[in-house]
């Protein structure tokens, strides 16, 4: 609770009108100065980063937001380039697709000889571009990448009844439709 600047002054002037007015117009410029400090202090942290603090992050990271992102989308993102250091384990590659992605059911990778495949489930697809750029950034350069966007099949849509792939149009079941 801010107090109020009409209290710092001794109990005779508090009583003039011109005081009151004087100390009304100071409190109010004081409010907007400490909102405003507390606004910098809060985008310093990318928890309680607005879209003002997240665009600085985005910068210094360069990291380009792909439009219709979410905050805490975008906050996933700048926090998957922070902890981002080559990986010399295929764990820990998988603890940064997570934290990319915030799920694990969002993607599938392997390591095959000097091959890393990883492969988008269908409703992550959107992910694309940061999927690679966390790849890009992070797997060592004689290591080769794939980079494979899943779609649903017709043995996965098979379990679905006709009634249940008629209400829905031919793009949201090959690739909106989450059956892996």
Known sequence: MERLMLDYLPQVLREVRDYQCLMGRYQEALSLLWRKEREVEDNFYLETADE??????????????????????RRQVIRARQSQTTPYCLVTFHAFLTALTGRREAYEAELNGLTLTVWLAPTWRWMREAVWD???WVVPANIEMRLISVYNTHRQLGAMTHRQMAAMTHKRLRSEVDLI
Request: net charge negative; glycine share 12%; proline share 8%.
């Open 134 to 136: 966390l790849m890009r």
């Open 52 to 73: 003002r603090g997240l665009v600085h992050w985005e910068n210094i990271l360069g990291i380009a937001p792909w439009p219709g992102s979410s905050i805490e989308e």
